[in-house]
């Protein structure tokens, strides 16, 4: 028997087209930006900022542009009594801490006294009678300036309604707080101060 024998054939390549075939075989690195994608991301985001910018717009109430001409620098006599001012209208009108049902739940004894290391937040609550059709504005006023302004469109002749303000710790303490018409008229007033501990 022969033995078999293993041909080995080998190739010599010329310098030159050693480099050209290792050029051929490197790896790239290609960047390609897909615009449609990046674009449609863009407007996804965007479309939830705005609805959440949106849904906060909605809870806050504006003051009206001519109140802003008319109240900002104008300073409001405090009368001498802290006592509510209730007219044929209003049925019931106090301070409370909270609104359960359209209802508060208690109500707040003057002078109001809060924490000093913590924001509180109190309700000016209101009941009227025979006043459906109209308009009226809940006011809040700090050392006499106006705070915070919130319309209320009464749709029946027995309407509850409410206002809601922060309180946080502060050298200002004299608060009012009102019921205005739409022709700027007090309907009720509450005057009360503000003690931290």
Same mark, same amino acid.
């Given at each position: 028997?022969?033995?078999?024998?293993?041909?080995?054939?080998?190739?010599?390549?010329?310098?030159?087209?050693?480099?050209?075939?290792?050029?051929?075989?490197?790896?790239?690195?290609?960047?390609?930006?897909?615009?449609?994608?990046?674009?449609?991301?863009?407007?996804?985001?965007?479309?939830?900022?705005?609805?959440?910018?949106?849904?906060?717009?909605?809870? *806050?109430?504006?003051? %009206?542009?001519? #109140?802003?001409?008319? !109240?900002?620098?104008?300073?409001?006599?405090?009368?001498? @009594? $802290? +006592?509510?001012?209730?007219?044929?209208?209003?049925?019931?009108?106090?301070?409370?801490?909270?609104?359960?049902?359209?209802?508060?739940?208690?109500?707040?004894?003057?002078?109001?006294?809060?924490?000093?290391?913590?924001?509180?937040?109190?309700?000016?609550?209101?009941?009227?009678?025979?006043?459906?059709?109209? *308009?009226?504005?809940? %006011?809040?006023? #700090?050392?006499?300036? !106006?705070?915070?302004?919130?319309?209320?469109?009464?749709? @029946? $002749? +027995?309407?509850?309604?409410?206002?809601?303000?922060?309180?946080?710790?502060?050298?200002?303490?004299?608060?009012?707080?009102?019921?205005?018409?739409?022709?700027?008229?007090?309907?009720?007033?509450?005057?009360?101060?503000?003690?931290?501990?």
């Amino acid at each position: 028997m022969s033995e078999k024998k293993n041909i080995v054939i080998k190739v010599k390549y010329s310098a030159d087209e050693k480099k050209v075939n290792d050029n051929i075989c490197d790896p790239k690195l290609i960047t390609e930006w897909n615009i449609k994608r990046i674009a449609l991301a863009m407007g996804g985001l965007l479309f939830f900022v705005v609805i959440i910018f949106s849904m906060t717009i909605k809870n *806050t109430e504006k003051i %009206e542009p001519t #109140l802003q001409d008319i !109240l900002p620098d104008k300073v409001v006599s405090r009368p001498e @009594n $802290n +006592n509510t001012d209730v007219s044929n209208n209003i049925t019931r009108a106090f301070l409370t801490f909270k609104i359960d049902n359209n209802e508060p739940a208690g109500k707040i004894d003057i002078p109001v006294k809060l924490s000093k290391y913590k924001s509180t937040s109190l309700y000016y609550f209101v009941e009227l009678t025979g006043m459906k059709g109209r *308009t009226v504005y809940h %006011e809040w006023l #700090l050392e006499g300036k !106006l705070i915070t302004r919130k319309k209320v469109n009464i749709s @029946n $002749n +027995n309407w509850r309604t409410s206002s809601r303000q922060f309180f946080a710790n502060s050298d200002k303490t004299n608060w009012m707080v009102r019921l205005v018409d739409e022709n700027n008229k007090v309907i009720n007033e509450l005057n009360f101060s503000v003690i931290y501990q």
